[in-house]
């Protein structure tokens, strides 16, 4: 999994192997954003459920000036914090 666009583009997001969940696919968040289009730049962007960030830190990459990420399982805080790092 990587960002697919923006200023980030091709870094790796790191996710866990030990959650039942799935990430959103590459090419889901890349459909999003590129319906977005310039939406995003200096926007700001808020990232419910976050888990590893991937929406968020996509958006960042693309422009938007800032953002607030959510997420209640512990089992994803740390790689979060990984990733938006």
């Given at each position: 999994?990587?960002?697919?666009?923006?200023?980030?583009?091709?870094?790796?997001?790191?996710?866990?192997?030990?959650?039942?969940?799935?990430?959103?696919?590459?090419?889901?968040?890349?459909?999003?954003?590129?319906?977005?289009?310039?939406?995003?730049?200096?926007?700001?962007?808020?990232?419910?459920?976050?888990?590893?960030?991937?929406?968020?830190?996509?958006?960042?990459?693309?422009?938007?000036?800032?953002?607030?990420?959510?997420?209640?399982?512990?089992l994803f805080i740390p790689i979060l914090q990984s990733n938006?790092?």
């Amino acid at each position: 999994m990587k960002i697919t666009g923006g200023l980030a583009k091709g870094i790796p997001i790191k996710s866990s192997t030990k959650s039942t969940l799935r990430p959103a696919t590459d090419y889901l968040r890349q459909a999003i954003f590129s319906s977005l289009g310039n939406l995003v730049e200096n926007a700001s962007f808020l990232d419910l459920f976050a888990g590893t960030g991937a929406y968020g830190l996509e958006a960042w990459s693309r422009g938007a000036s800032g953002g607030l990420f959510v997420e209640k399982d512990r089992l994803f805080i740390p790689i979060l914090q990984s990733n938006i790092e």
